[in-house]
């Protein structure tokens, strides 16, 4: 399976902190997504990291990805309460049989208290 | 201008009923999908088409069935529905293309009785 996983599964901090999510994968991908999902709504994409790339920013997003370990993380900076939500990685499939599958981790959960 | 909604948000049943959820998307996207998202937040594809016709079946129950009348929408159908059904269901869109960024709609959450 191509799926991503999350970690840490939930994360607790404080209003202006930092935020650090992580995302490991299994197999070889031309680029990898990360989503949110606010409480009681659908999933928001965020950002898109392709495969030759190392970090992209947007905002106070901070997205890095290393293909040799397989893995990115995602970086929240100066968090606000309304930063509370899961955060998911996906990882499309690359083979044209496949193409259009989405794999999406289990996700971590942030929550920012004011 | 909601790019890609679902109806209804709530749907609550007797076990053994026949229910459906609609979706359509205005975003002009080649590719729709459904996803279930259980208890623990795990989000599954279920089902995937793209102009009309069905690319993605995952092992699921042929108690549902996905119909696509046109690339704009894509409607599931369950039939004799069961406890284990009860879960979040997702609509989504997304571009045929290999970066795949998909548009969510605010989800169905079904509960059967």
């Known amino acids: 399976s191509q799926q991503g996983e999350e970690d840490p599964q939930a994360l607790s901090i404080q209003e202006g902190e930092n935020a650090t999510m992580n995302c490991s994968y299994k197999t070889s991908i031309n680029n990898l997504q990360w989503y949110r999902q606010n409480s009681g709504r659908g999933l928001v994409h965020l950002i898109l990291i392709r495969s030759n790339e190392r970090e992209k920013h947007s905002g106070r997003l901070r997205v890095t990805l290393d293909t040799s370990k397989k893995s990115s993380s995602l970086l929240i900076t100066a968090s606000r309460a309304a930063d509370t939500a899961s955060y998911f990685c996906a990882t499309p499939h690359d083979r044209g049989s496949t193409l259009g599958r989405l794999y999406f981790g289990r996700g971590t959960q942030l929550t920012v208290w004011p | 201008d909601t790019a890609v909604s679902q109806t209804p948000k709530y749907l609550v049943t007797q076990m053994g009923n026949d229910k459906s959820i609609k979706c359509e998307q205005n975003l002009g996207h080649d590719t729709m999908y459904w996803y279930k998202q259980d208890s623990k937040k795990f989000l599954k594809i279920m089902f995937s088409?793209?102009?009309?016709?069905?690319?993605i079946n995952e092992t699921v129950p042929n108690r549902f069935s996905p119909k696509s009348p046109d690339k704009a929408h894509l409607n599931l159908h369950i039939n004799s529905l069961e406890l284990g059904d009860s879960a979040v269901y997702f609509c989504?869109?997304?571009?045929?293309?290999?970066?795949?960024?998909?548009?969510f709609g605010p989800g169905t959450r079904l509960t059967v009785l």
């Open positions: 088409y793209n102009n009309k016709e069905l690319i």
């Open positions: 989504a869109s997304s571009p045929w293309d290999l970066n795949n960024e998909q548009f």
